[in-house]
């Protein structure tokens, strides 16, 4: 499924560099979240948040690709 596939990709690029690419406002979270071991719910949250454009832009400014 095309929206699985691209939200897991959204995910895990985002979680692979959050402090480059997540918004600051979403590091700050992904950091507060880090000292309890839960950071990947700043991801999800964020990535949660997105709605079909953006994700699709993110997707193409991460992996090159239309989508």
Known sequence: ???VSGVRLLFDAFA??????????????????????????AVSDYVAGMTDEYARTMLQRLYGAPF
């Open 16 to 41: 692979s560099e959050p402090l480059r690419l997540l918004p600051v406002n979403t590091q700050a979270r992904w950091q507060q979240l880090a000292q309890s071991g839960q950071q990947q719910r």
């Open 1 to 3: 499924n095309f929206v």
